[in-house]
C-alpha cells in the first residue's frame, strides 16, 4: 500500500485530490524484467516523458515519492492561477466605476469562499496527472522513493527496476533563505499558501521574481495589506528594467508597499520583519504571515544520484549536456532538476528532446528551444530570447521598436492602457533575437512573436500578417509597420518619387 498523503485543509477537494495523485490504497506493480524507460517523478517532465515513451510502445516506469502533477499542479500553475483569477475579479468590481456600472454596497470578498474554488478546481484538473490515468496509458506507476542502486537500477519501495535508459525529471523546490529567526518563526511557501482559510490581514512577501509578484498583487486585491521585499533595485530581475518600471507602478495602484533595495535581517517569533535599505538605515514591519518567494533549489538529495555516476550540484541540480544526458550516458534529466528555466512549459519541451535522444538515438539539442516565459501579473509580464542588455553583453548590435498600448486601440478600449511591446531586432535586418510585452494578455500576444523566432521569419513577415482589428495584438503589426518604415531611407524614397513621376 502507498504512504497515506492529507493535504491541509482535510475537505472533500483535497481528498479528492489525493485520490487521485496518491491514492493510499495503491498497489505497485511487479517490475517487468527490464525497462526501456524509467523515469523518476512524475511532475510535468516526468509525466510528458512517460506519456510520451509509452505512446510510442516503449515499456516504462514512472516513480513518484509525494504528489503526481509535481510544483504545477499542486503548488504552482493551477491553485496560483485560480487565485490570480479571483483577485482579478475583485479588481474588475472594484473598478467597475470607470466603466460606468455602479456596484452598489461595498466590495465584499469571502476569502475563505476563494480558496475553497481553488482547490475543488485543482482537485478537478488532477485526474489528468492520476496514477490511475498513466496505468491506463500502459505505464507501471510505482509510489514510493526512488533511489538508484547502480548506474541501471532504480530501487523503491524494496523493489528494483532495471533499465536501458532513465530520467531524472524530479523537479525543484522553494529556496530557504538563510533569516535568522525565520524557521522558529514559521513561514509560507508557494507549497503551503495555498492551504490557507483564512486571508492574513498583513502579509510579508519576501522575493520580488513571479511567485512574490503574483501573489502580492493577488493578496492585495483580496484585501490583505502587504509589503514585498526585494534586495535588488527593481522587481522581475531577469526582465527588462522597462517592463519591470510598469509593473512597480501597477503594484503600488494596487496597495503593494515595495521595499526595493531592502534587505530582511532577522524575523522575531512574532512575526516583526526587521529591515534595512541604503537610505532609511533600519525599520521594523509586523505581520501576520510571511511568504517566502526566493526562488527554487533543485531535488537532487536521497536519488542515488553517486551510485549511477551521475554528477550533480545542490544548488545547479544535475549536470547535463546539450542533448539532457547526464554524466551516465545512459540516464537523462528534465525540467527544473536540471534546468535554468523552470517553468511547466520548458519542462514539456525537455522532456520531448529526451525521448528523441534516449528512444531513438535522437541529435536533438536545449540550445535549439525557444523558451518564452510570463509572469501573470496585472499587467503580465512576458518575454522570449535575449534582453537588450544580454544582446550588447554578445557584442549583437540591435534596433530596439516599441510600441506603447495607450496608442493601442483596443488597450484603450478596454481600459488597459498600462504597458508596451518592445522588439529587438538584429541591426540591419528584421531577424528578431528578443521581445518583451507588458500588457493585459502578454503572454498570449507573445506566442506570435516565439513562433516567428522558431520559423526563422522577423518583422517583415508580421508586418505582411492581417491582424483582426480591434485587438491588442495589434501592438505588434505598429512595431512592424514602425520596422517598414526604416527601410524608406532618402535613397530609396527619391528613387520612388522618381518613378511616380515618370509614370504619370
Known sequence: MAERIAIPPDDESNRA??????????????????YNLVVVGAGTAGLVAAAGAAGLGAKVALIERHLMGGDCLNYGCVPSKALLRASRAAAAVRDAREFGIETGAELRIDFSAVMERVRRLRSEISPHDSAARFRELGVDVFL???????????????QSLRFKRAVIATGARPARPSIPGLEEAGYLTNETVFNLTQLPERLAVIGGGPVGCELAQAFARLGAQVWLVEPHGQLLPRDEPQAAAVLEQALRRDGVHLLLKHQVERL???????????????MRVKVDEVLVGAGRVPNVEGLGLDAAGVRYDLRRGVEVNDRLQTTNPRIFAAGDVCSAYRFTHAADAMARVVLQNALFLGRAKTSTLVIPWCTYTDPEVAHVGLLESEAQARGIAVDVFAQPFDRVDRATLDGETEGLARILVERGTDRIVGATIVAAHAGDILSQVTQAMVAGVGLKTIARTIHPYPTQAEALKKIADAYSRTRLTPRVKSLFERWLRWTR
Open 17 to 34: 485530490l489525493v485520490a487521485h495523485v496518491h491514492p493510499s490504497e495503491w498497489q505497485n506493480p511487479t517490475p517487468a524484467e527490464r
Open 268 to 282: 522575531t517569533a512574532e512575526k516583526t520583519l526587521q529591515l534595512t535599505d541604503p537610505q532609511r538605515g533600519t
Open 144 to 158: 514510493g522513493e526512488g533511489r538508484f542502486t547502480n548506474d541501471e537500477t532504480v530501487e523503491v519501495a524494496g
